[in-house]
């Protein structure tokens, strides 16, 4: 148990270090430049489409098989979360026997993570984070990844203001949205096919050696909206798959009362991501 554990919160804290810093019918081919996107009656039926099938809740509630993928090992365990949108969401990591080792928040400003095997936690704002990084990526995009949204980096929304950032370009049924955050170091690609139903969201390093790529399959109806029920998350380095997390969801619920706190024993002792990559390199 406790060797199990160790090895799930080492794999945990690297494929965490990998996503806060990106804190990623048959239609005529087209091909729009960044200045005309805002004048085309299709770009803005696009973006119109792909925003009307997204999938619509204000609480979201599911459980997930996450299964964390590296070069030299594969670990699974049960994965409760919680959402509030546009407020906080909780993931609750139950390996053996509905026991809970590591309870994570992402709330608007911050990251909170409880350790119960080794009786710690951090709390660490975003903007300490990002200190050595000027990434346009916040709370409300990690939110749109976990629930199959596109979104502005470093944006709350996307709304037609801001349809002249993004090129769009078609071939047969895929349409790709790319657009660049502020500080034009990362690039988004969001491919939808064509009933503007998102399929995949790559996030591009400027070098173009690192990709964090979302994929998203297996929609099934949830409350008379389509879901991706198999979300699986890759980190590339150079191509190779260097980890990744492969999430099955299940008892997925939307729009009920949702509790979510977040009790810090007082015996755990604080500590940071920094002082966690030191112990565990």
């Known amino acids: 148990m406790k060797m199990l554990s160790e090895k799930i919160r080492t794999n945990l804290i690297f494929l965490l270090c990998g996503l806060l810093p990106l804190l990623s019918g048959c239609k005529t081919s087209r091909k729009l430049t960044v200045g005309a996107v805002n004048e085309t009656k299709e770009t803005s ?8 099938q997204a999938f619509h809740y204000q609480t979201f509630s599911a ?10 090992k594969d670990l699974s365990s ?3 979360m919680k959402m509030i949108k546009d407020s906080v969401f909780q993931l609750s990591v139950l390996p053996l026997l509905g026991m809970e080792i590591f309870r994570i928040e992402f709330n ?8 119960r095997i080794n009786k710690c ?7 300490e984070l ?14 749109a990844l976990f629930t199959n949204h ?9 709304t037609p203001r801001q349809y002249h950032r993004f090129t769009l370009k078609q071939e047969g049924n895929i349409t790709e949205a790319q657009v660049k955050d502020a500080m034009e170091l990362l690039l988004y690609t969001f491919k939808a096919d064509n009933l503007e139903k998102l399929l995949a969201t790559r996030i591009t390093a400027p070098s173009e050696r690192y990709i964090m790529q979302w994929t998203y399959t297996d929609f099934r109806p949830t409350e ?3 879901f991706p029920m198999q979300i699986d998350v890759q980190i590339l380095n150079d191509g190779i798959p260097a980890a990744g997390i492969k999430l099955s969801f299940s008892r997925i619920r939307r729009d009920i009362p949702l509790q979510m706190d977040f009790p810090i024993p007082e015996k755990y002792k604080r500590t940071t991501f920094e002082e966690i990559i030191k112990v565990v390199s």
């Open 224 to 226: 008379e909206q389509l």
């Open 78 to 80: 049960r994965v409760d």
């Open 108 to 115: 608007t400003d911050s990251v909170k993570i409880i350790d």
């Open 150 to 158: 596109i979104f502005v980096p470093g944006e709350q929304d996307i």
């Open 45 to 52: 039926e696009f973006f119109y489409s792909i925003q009307k």
């Open 130 to 143: 990002k200190k050595n990084t000027s990434v346009e990526f916040n709370f409300y995009n990690l939110q």
């Open 63 to 72: 459980r997930m098989h996450a299964e964390l993928i590296f070069s030299d």
């Open 121 to 127: 936690y951090i709390i660490e704002s975003y903007a």
